[in-house]
């Protein structure tokens, strides 16, 4: 199949507004799968397998170059950074409400809005955490002071058991990599239960982020968020106050080349490793 380079991309129009370059292939290294190079670039598996004409997605080789911008014709674009972040996260002027999906064991469980699906960006978290549902959790024993201007304070120590959970049981199967893989995923069968981390109130329930699937993200505390990634069903609703240990999903494979649990602890709107506050097993 030829592969269109970027140096083959036409020019912007004179007098428009330029948005980053975004290459149009990738080189597979050592470790890489199909699923950890789209969401790199903002898309799902499945669109590199059909632009690359994959009938295997499983199958790629160190050195193989694979196209990870859309073909000639196709619209699905990736958010540039610093562009208006995801319109169908709660709280957004341009939030699309769906119907909601009804589950036996929780009565009307909101599923998100679906009607728009746009690329995962960093914009897209930053909404999160100003949204109306993001009220932090009364948790007094993660609420360290307010650091000066300009000045990170070190993170805490890696939480034990008692404040953080594994979410589900199966065994890791991708661990956290900064800069390319922003949590772990952790392998099972479709309909294992996925339960809270820690406790919080959910801020999103819904499918709205590619490359995410059916997606939860609770609220902690003023630092701490954890999400909960590629579910077949959801058990909660946006703005429901959660336990540790509550069953909020079922294990899926939305979004995903198998049924897994993506998870990701943020601090701070950042990624950090869930294994160094996960107790060890």
Do not use: C
């Amino acid at each position: 199949m030829p592969v269109e380079t970027a140096g083959e991309l036409p020019p912007p129009d004179a007098g428009a507004s330029t948005l980053p370059q975004q290459p149009t292939t990738y080189v597979v290294q050592p470790g890489d799968t199909l699923n950890r190079i789209a969401q790199k670039f903002g898309y799902t598996f499945k669109d590199l397998a059909e632009w690359n004409q994959m009938s295997d997605p499983n199958q790629i080789s160190v050195g193989q170059t694979v196209r990870v911008a859309p073909p000639d014709g196709v619209t699905v674009t990736p958010i540039a950074v610093g562009q208006p972040s995801i319109g169908a996260m709660p709280g957004g002027p341009s939030s699309a409400a769906a119907a909601p999906v009804t589950s036996p064991s929780t009565g009307g469980v909101k599923n998100g809005p679906q009607a728009i699906v746009e690329p995962y960006s960093d914009a897209a978290w930053a909404r999160i955490r100003q949204s109306p549902a993001a009220t932090p959790s009364s948790k007094p024993e993660v609420a360290p002071a307010t650091p000066a201007p300009g000045v990170d304070s070190p993170p805490p120590a890696a939480a034990g058991s008692s404040e953080w959970l594994w979410p589900a049981s199966g065994k890791v199967v991708s661990t956290f990599a900064n800069g390319e893989t922003k949590g772990i995923d952790i392998a099972g069968k479709l309909g294992d239960p996925v339960r809270a981390s820690s406790a919080g109130r959910v801020v999103y329930a819904g499918a709205g982020l590619r490359g995410y699937g059916k997606l939860v993200i609770i609220k902690h505390d003023a630092d701490y968020l954890s999400a909960y990634a590629h579910n077949k069903n959801l058990l909660v609703k946006e703005g429901q106050s959660v336990t540790q240990g509550q069953t909020i999903a079922e294990l899926g494979q939305t979004d995903a080349d198998r049924p897994k649990l993506h998870f990701e602890i943020r601090r701070r709107g950042k990624p950090v490793d869930p294994l160094t506050y996960l107790p060890k097993r």
